[in-house]
C-alpha cells in the first residue's frame, strides 16, 4: 500500500511506457513489460522507479510536455512560481518562472504542435493578469502581448486543436478564447458559469466544461449556445476525453468509486443537428485490491495517449490501477433514420491479435497483452461463443425474442448459448415459493445457532453401503438427511427408486457417459456397463469412431472391476489412464471406483462435471463439516471467476449478487445479470444499488435501439414483482376556483340518493358554492345523477359500455376545454366532429386517432 500523498498523475504524451505522480514529492515512472510486482516499485502495476523531482514539493498543478527529446514537466506551486523540470541532477535557473503578484497557480496547458508554448493561469489579483504564455526557450515571458485577462482569475485552460487558439474559464462567469495572433484580445467569449475542467475533443471539434454536477458539451464551431447538457447526481472531479476514442468522454465524481463514460454521439437530421450520449458507469478497483467493505473513492485519471483505451487510475489512498476499458454496449440511436450506431469496434478478447496490432501500431514498446496489464477490467471473455458475433447484435437478438420476460418460456428456443441455457434450466429449477433459494440454505451452512442451522443438522443419518453386484467388498459412507434429499432434487438428481427411469431419459438425450456415472456413484456398476455398452452399439456409425471405441473399453473395465478397491494394479492404471480419457464423466468413473480412504477430491475438482452433478456428489458421500466446506469453497470460485452456475448454491443473496457482477465484469453481458436480477432477486437485495444499475442500464440499451414495447413490458413486469404495500390508485375532484376537494361531497350525496327520490343536483363547490362544471349536450352539472331509461330487454351485456360506471364520468377536450358525460359525448362524435359549444369551432373528434363508429368498451 502506497502512502495516501498522492495527488494526481499522468502519462507523458511522447513517452508510451513512462509516466509521473505528484503530491509531496514528484516521481518519475517507467511501465515495464515484466509483470512482477515483488520487484516492482508499485503494488498493482509493473512499473520501474527512475527519478524524482526534489526542487518542488506539494505541487499544485502538474503537466507533462509534448517534448519528444526526454520527459519534461511544468510544475505549478501555491505561491504562484512555475518550474519547468526534466529529471536530471543539473538545475537551470531559467526554468523558472514568478509571477509579479504571489498568489496560487490554478492551471497549466502546453500546447500539443509548438511543445516549447506553456500557458499559466493564476488566481484573481487587481493588478495583474491571470494568464500568461511562455517560450521556454526564449525565457521568461516579459512582453505585455504575452499576458491576458487583467483582473481576473483562470479557472481552467485547454488549446484549441486546430488554430493557435488558447481556450480560458474566467473568474467564474465566462469562457474566453484568446488568438495569440490578435496580442491580447479576446476573439470570443461565452457567458456562463460552467468554467471548469475544459477538455477539447480529439476531433477539436468539441469543447466540454462543468459546473458541479453539470456537464455542458460546446461545438467550437458554433459556440453561441451549448449543443448538450448533462447533468448527473454528484459534482465532477474531472473531465477528460478519451484521445483514442473521439466519442468517449469520461469523468470522476467526487467521493465516487466510479469512472463515469459518456458516449457522446451526433445525428445529422434535416434541418439541425442531434445529439445523444449513453452513459455508463465502471468500478475499476475490484474487491482484491481494498481490505476494507467499501471500494476507494477515485482522484485521479490519466488516459494513455496512443494505446487503446488505456488508462492509469489513482485511489484517494494512493493505489495506482492500469485498465483497459472492457467491452460494453454504448450505443445510441436516431429517431430520424431509424439507425442504432454500433460502437466503433467489434467485439473482441482482451489479448486477441486484433487488440495487439491496434497496440504495436502506435507504439512498438506499448504493452498490448492483458497479462501485462494486471488490469482489473482487462479479462478474456468467459462465454467464448460470444466472441465470433458482435455483443450489440447477439443482445439485441435476445431482446426481440423475449429474453428474460417469459420465464415459463422454453430456453431452446431462445437463441441463447448452451451456457446460459443450463444456467436459466438450473435457476428455474431452483425458483420456489416466490424466492430463489439455494443450497447453502437448504444445507443449513453459515445459519449460526438458529433453529433451521438445528434442524438440518440434527437430522443427518450416516449408513453403510455395500456394492451390491460383488461379494467381498469394501463399504462405503452414505449421508442422507430431509435437506439433502431436498437439494440432490434441486441438483437434478432423483430418488432412488426413480434411478432407472432417470438414467434412461438421460440416455435418450445422448447423455450415455453422465448416465453411466450417476448409475457408478448409486453403485450400480452392471447398469452402466449396460449403459455404456448402449452407447458404444449407437455411435459405431457417428462421424467420430473414437467415441465408439473409448465406451466399449470403459465397459470392459468397469465389467472387470475388482469392488476391493485396495487393487494397486487397478488404481495405478486409473491414474495413467485418465490422462488420456478425454471425457470428464468416464474419468469421475475411475476416480470414483479408486478412491481410498473416503478420499473423493479427484471426482470433486474434476472441472468437466457440471457444479450441480459434482455438488450432488458431495450431498451423498461428504460428512457435514467436509460438505459446508467444500461449498464455501465452490462458493467462492464461482464468485472469483464469474461462474452463473454458483447461483445454485447461493440462491438470491449477496453473494449472488457478487457472483453476477463477477459474470458482469467478464463478459459485459448486463443483459443477463440485469434479467436474472429482475426475475430471481425481486425480494430484499431487489433494492441493491449494483442491481439498479444493471437494470437501468438494460433499459437505456432498449431505448437506445427503440425497442419501446420491450421496455414497457419490462417495467410492467418489473413492477408487479415489487413487494411491498400498493397505494390504492384513486381521482380527485377538486375547484378550480378554491381547490378544495368535491370529491367528498360527491360521495356524500351519491349515499343520501335513493332509487326513488328525483334527480338530485350538486351544482356548485360545497366551499366556495362556486358552479361546477356543466355537460355541454344535458346542461347537467357535474356531480348529476343521470335517469337512464333503459329497455326493458336491455342488458349490462347488450348495453357494453353503456353499462360501465365509466359512461357517467366527465370527460373534456384537451384544446378547448369543452365536455361532459362520457356517454353524451361520445353519442355526439359517433355523426359530429366538431365541439357540441355552438360558439367553439374546435373539432374535437379529428384530433383523436380513434374512428366515430370504433368505440371501445370502457370499464
Known amino acids: ?105 490554478l492551471c497549466l496547458a502546453w500546447n500539443e504542435f509548438d511543445p516549447n508554448v506553456l ?29 491576458f485577462g487583467h483582473s481576473e482569475s483562470a479557472q481552467s485552460m485547454c488549446w484549441d486543436k486546430n488554430r493557435r487558439v488558447l481556450i480560458a474559464g474566467v473568474s467564474q462567469k465566462q469562457i474566453k478564447l484568446f488568438d495569440l495572433k490578435q496580442g491580447n484580445t479576446t476573439c470570443q467569449s461565452i457567458q456562463t458559469k460552467m468554467v471548469h475542467g475544459l477538455a477539447v475533443a480529439p476531433n477539436g471539434n468539441y469543447l466540454c466544461s462543468y459546473l458541479d454536477s453539470v456537464i455542458m458539451l460546446w461545438d467550437l464551431r458554433l459556440l453561441d449556445h451549448p449543443l448538450k447538457t448533462i447533468q448527473s447526481g454528484k459534482n465532477h472531479l474531472q473531465l477528460s476525453w478519451c484521445p483514442t476514442r473521439t466519442s468517449l468522454l469520461t469523468s470522476l465524481q467526487r467521493e465516487s468509486p466510479f469512472i463515469t463514460l459518456y458516449d457522446i454521439r451526433s445525428v445529422d437530421a434535416e434541418s439541425s443537428r442531434e445529439v445523444y450520449h449513453v452513459k455508463r458507469q465502471l468500478q475499476p478497483f475490484q474487491a482484491k485490491y481494498y481490505n476494507t467493505n467499501k471500494p476507494p473513492t477515485l482522484t485521479s485519471l490519466s488516459w494513455h495517449n496512443n494505446d487503446y483505451e488505456r488508462a492509469l487510475l489513482l485511489s484517494e489512498q494512493g493505489n495506482i490501477l492500469e485498465i483497459r476499458l472492457p467491452l460494453s454496449l454504448l450505443t445510441t440511436y436516431s429517431n430520424h433514420k431509424k439507425l442504432p450506431l454500433l460502437p466503433q469496434r467489434p467485439l473482441t478478447i482482451a489479448n486477441s491479435p486484433t487488440r495487439q496490432n491496434s497496440s504495436q501500431s502506435n507504439s512498438s514498446t506499448s504493452i498490448t497483452c492483458s497479462s501485462t496489464l494486471n488490469s482489473a477490467l482487462n479479462f478474456e471473455i468467459l462465454d467464448h461463443s460470444l466472441t465470433k458475433e458482435d455483443l450489440v447484435e447477439e443482445t439485441y437478438q435476445r431482446a426481440l425474442s423475449d429474453y428474460g420476460l417469459k420465464t415459463d418460456l422454453h430456453v431452446d428456443s431462445l437463441p441463447l448459448t448452451p451456457y446460459l441455457k443450463s444456467v436459466w434450466l438450473t435457476l428455474g429449477n431452483l425458483y420456489r415459493e416466490e424466492r430463489l433459494t439455494g443450497l447453502k440454505s437448504v444445507l443449513g451452512i453459515n445459519l449460526g445457532h438458529t433453529s433451521e442451522a438445528l434442524m438440518a443438522s440434527s437430522r443427518i443419518e450416516s449408513r453403510v453401503l455395500q456394492w451390491p453386484d460383488f461379494i467381498n467388498s469394501n ?25 432407472e427411469r432417470f438414467v434412461n431419459g438421460l440416455c435418450d438425450n445422448k447423455e450415455f457417459s453422465r448416465a453411466a456415472m450417476i448409475c457408478v456413484f448409486h453403485l450400480k456398476i452392471v447398469f452402466a456397463c449396460d449403459m455404456l455398452s448402449k452407447a458404444a452399439d449407437l455411435s459405431r456409425n457417428s462421424k467420430d469412431p473414437h467415441d465408439a471405441s473409448m465406451f466399449r473399453i470403459a465397459a470392459i473395465a468397469l465389467s472387470s472391476f475388482n469392488a476391493d478397491r485396495c487393487n494397486s494394479t487397478w488404481r495405478n492404471q486409473r491414474s495413467n489412464a485418465n490422462k488420456q480419457i478425454q471425457d470428464a464423466h468416464l474419468r469421475a468413473i475411475f476416480s470414483f471406483l479408486t478412491t481410498e480412504n473416503d478420499n473423493f477430491d479427484a471426482v470433486l ?12 456428489f458431495a450431498c451423498k458421500y461428504l460428512s457435514e463439516s467436509k460438505l459446508s466446506d467444500y461449498v464455501k469453497q465452490l462458493i467462492q470460485k464461482s ?133 361546477l362544471p356543466r355537460c355541454s349536450l344535458c346542461l347537467l352539472h357535474m356531480g348529476t345523477t343521470l335517469n337512464i331509461s333503459l329497455p326493458s330487454d336491455a342488458t349490462h351485456e347488450s348495453l357494453g359500455w353503456q353499462s360501465k360506471p365509466f359512461s357517467k364520468w366527465f370527460s373534456w377536450c384537451q384544446t378547448c376545454r369543452h365536455g361532459g358525460h362520457t356517454e353524451h359525448m361520445m353519442q355526439w362524435f359517433k355523426q359530429n366532429s366538431e365541439c357540441p359549444v355552438s360558439s367553439c369551432s374546435c373539432r374535437c373528434f379529428d384530433m383523436d386517432g380513434t374512428l366515430p363508429n370504433d368505440i371501445a368498451d370502457y370499464s
Open 1 to 105: 500500500m502506497m502512502s495516501g500523498t498522492i495527488h494526481g498523475l499522468s502519462w507523458f504524451p511522447q513517452f508510451p511506457d513512462k509516466f509521473v505522480t505528484w503530491g509531496q514529492e514528484i516521481k518519475l515512472y517507467e511501465r515495464t513489460q515484466h509483470d512482477d510486482n515483488r520487484r516492482s516499485a508499485l503494488p498493482n502495476i509493473a512499473a520501474n522507479f527512475l527519478a524524482t523531482e526534489t526542487r518542488y514539493q506539494y505541487a499544485r498543478c502538474v503537466q507533462p510536455s509534448y517534448h519528444k527529446s526526454r520527459p519534461i514537466i511544468a510544475v505549478g506551486l501555491g505561491d504562484g512560481k512555475v518550474g519547468i523540470c526534466d529529471f536530471h541532477e543539473t538545475v537551470d535557473n531559467s526554468w523558472e518562472f514568478t509571477p509579479r503578484q504571489q498568489r496560487m497557480c
Open 119 to 147: 500557458a499559466i493561469g493564476h488566481d484573481r489579483h487587481r493588478s495583474d493578469s491571470c494568464i500568461a504564455i511562455w517560450d521556454i526557450e526564449r525565457g521568461v515571458p516579459k512582453d505585455a502581448v504575452s499576458f
Open 475 to 499: 463399504n462405503l459412507v452414505c449421508y442422507r438427511s430431509e435437506q439433502r434429499d431436498v437439494a440432490l432434487k434441486l441438483c437434478g438428481w432423483v430418488n432412488e427408486s426413480d434411478l
Open 605 to 616: 475438482t474434476e472441472e468437466g462435471i457440471s457444479l450441480a452433478d459434482r455438488v450432488a
Open 639 to 771: 464468485i472469483e471467476n464469474g461462474d452463473l452456475n454458483g447461483l445454485l448454491l447461493t440462491g438470491e443473496s449477496l453473494d449472488g449478487i457478487n457472483i453476477l457482477q463477477a459474470y458482469l465484469d467478464l463478459t459485459s453481458d448486463v443483459q443477463t445479470v440485469a434479467l436474472i436480477a429482475i426475475n430471481y432477486f425481486h425480494r430484499e437485495h431487489f433494492t441493491d444499488n449494483r442491481i439498479q444499475y444493471w437494470i437501468s442500464s438494460y433499459l437505456d440499451d432498449l431505448n437506445s435501439w427503440g425497442l419501446w414495447e420491450k421496455r414497457a413490458e419490462l417495467d410492467i413486469k418489473i413492477e408487479n414483482l415489487r413487494t411491498g404495500t400498493r397505494t390504492t390508485r384513486s381521482v380527485f375532484l377538486s375547484c378550480n376556483f378554491c381547490g378544495k376537494s368535491v370529491s367528498n361531497a360527491l360521495q356524500e350525496d351519491v349515499r343520501m340518493r335513493s332509487a326513488t327520490t328525483n334527480i338530485n343536483k350538486l351544482s356548485s363547490c360545497p366551499s366556495c358554492r362556486k358552479p
